[in-house]
């Protein structure tokens, strides 16, 4: 009998062992199993993990040693297979039912889709279950507080504050960042800027207006620009001509009427009506003719007579006269045994008749030497003078001086000329601004002005010794 029970016993078992086996299936993930199964080592197993721990109960079974106190005949060994019962603690493997992986703990273990830890459930991470990926770029999910767009298009119009005007479908790009704007455009009048909005093209800082290419001014505008003539033209803006005609001339473009009858250009673009451009303008027959004011007189004045910062300016040099950078100077390094006389002359004729209370202004200074031993006691023997012809030239007389630098009067010195001094006399004085009046005997249809250097027996002048600059002639 008890041999009979241990075959049915294990006879049992087998077909339980049998019955489990048939319904074991494939499996990744606990959901890939049916109702009632998880998924253990990838084979669905019948999800009975927690009664396993019932199975402990099986140790129970023990109670079958009690069959030993049944051992009043050897039929009582049998009850030992009471131990068999012991086979109850094997249902403990069911404990490794909840030993399941661990979500959350960054590695991707048996039952998990992913698993990225403490970012899990966050925007591009795994869902908090671990079970599958959650919501990111490329999922076809626009999600609002990540994503512009994500798997799907839209037309170029229907994009919010971008200005475009075509209705071209585009789509997102990879990063769901943005849309792809290539094929959308914006208005005329409007360009895209570094973020692919419209914004307003500036044609006239571009240059890609169409106003004229002289003498007019763009002004740009919303989506556009306009087009007028400057001062001194006159046109649509899109063609200006300069006015610069007798019944065209100044910022109106006006007609010039007496006494301003003609119209000059100034050279910068804008133009004037003027009582002369030339004396041919002036009443000839009295002595007038067009001065440097544009005004028919007597007198020529103001004229600027030089400034020598491009050239001679009609100047005549002898001597040790040079140009050197935009003034006129006079000196030597080197000590003279001889008399000399150096004439700076104005080229240019000047009819003075009707320059009355008139004179020439200029600069100029003196680097006097009064190391030279040959020169100890010979004060004032160098000498410049300021002086004026009105007979072209074949008589000159001195012009009326100013009041000298006090380094030139000290000591009896210079009134009517300018001089150099001795060892005990230095008569250097920096550039100064002078006026030296016209006397009566040159204010005739000839006139003539000049410097003349001049010194006798032996001398020494330090280079440079004269500085003369801007010349200029005027009425008082």
Not at 117 to 139: F, S
Not at 143 to 162: P, R
Not at 359 to 384: P, R, V, Y
Request: net charge negative; glycine share 10%; charged share 20%.
């Amino acid at each position: 009998m008890r041999n009979f029970l241990i075959v049915i016993i294990s006879f049992f078992s087998l077909l339980f062992v049998i019955s489990c086996v048939e319904d074991e299936r494939e499996c990744v993930v606990p959901t890939d199993c049916g109702d009632g199964f998880t998924c253990i080592n990838e084979v669905c197993v019948e999800d009975a993990g927690d009664t396993g721990n019932t199975g402990d109960t099986g140790d129970t079974a023990d109670t079958g040693d009690t069959g030993d106190s049944a051992d009043t005949g050897n039929t009582g060994d049998t009850a030992d297979s009471g131990d068999t019962g012991d086979t109850g603690d094997t249902a403990d493997t069911g404990n490794t039912g909840n030993t399941g992986p661990e979500c959350g703990n960054g590695v991707t273990e048996n039952g998990e889709a992913c698993d990225d830890g403490e970012n899990n459930g966050a925007y591009g991470y795994c869902k908090a279950d671990c079970l599958g990926k959650g919501e990111r770029c490329g999922d076809d999910i626009v999600q609002a507080a990540y994503e512009v767009c994500d798997g799907n298009s839209i037309k170029c119009n229907e994009i919010a504050d971008m200005g475009y005007v075509n209705d071209a479908e585009v789509i997102c790009t990879a990063f769901c960042d943005k849309w792809v704007l290539t094929d959308c455009k914006c208005a005329e009048g409007y360009e895209k800027n570094a973020e692919g909005k419209c914004v307003d093209t500036d044609e006239c800082v571009k240059g890609t207006h169409d106003c004229a290419a002289e003498g007019s001014e763009c002004t740009n505008t919303e989506g556009a620009f306009t087009c007028a003539c400057a001062d001194n033209y006159e046109g649509d803006g899109k063609t200006c001509t300069f006015c610069n005609q007798n019944d065209k001339c100044g910022a109106g473009c006006s007609t010039c009427t007496a006494p301003t009858a003609y119209c000059k250009d100034n050279g910068d673009k804008t133009t004037q009506c003027v009582q002369c451009t030339e004396t041919a303008q002036c009443n000839t027959e009295i002595g007038e003719m067009c001065n440097s004011l544009n005004e028919c007189n007597d007198c020529p004045f103001p004229l600027t007579a030089a400034t020598w910062d491009s050239g001679d300016d009609n100047w005549t040099k002898q001597g040790l006269w040079t140009n050197s950078s935009g003034k006129m100077v006079w000196g030597s390094s080197n000590s003279q045994n001889s008399s000399y006389t150096h004439n700076l002359t104005y080229g240019t004729a000047l009819i003075l008749t009707g320059c009355e209370n008139s004179g020439m202004t200029f600069t100029i200074s003196l680097n006097d030497d009064s190391s030279w031993t040959s020169e100890a006691s010979t004060d004032k023997n160098q000498k410049l003078y300021v002086e004026c012809s009105g007979d072209g030239g074949t008589n000159w007389i001195s012009m009326t001086p100013p009041t000298l630098p006090s380094e030139q009067t000290k000591n009896s010195g210079c009134t009517t000329y300018y001089c150099d001094g001795n060892q005990s006399v230095n008569r250097t004085f920096s550039a100064v601004s002078q006026t030296w009046m016209f006397p009566a005997d040159c204010l005739k249809a000839d006139g003539r002005i000049r410097f003349r250097a001049n010194g006798s027996t032996a001398w020494d002048m330090l280079n440079p010794a004269w500085t003369l600059d801007s010349v200029e002639l005027k009425e008082f």
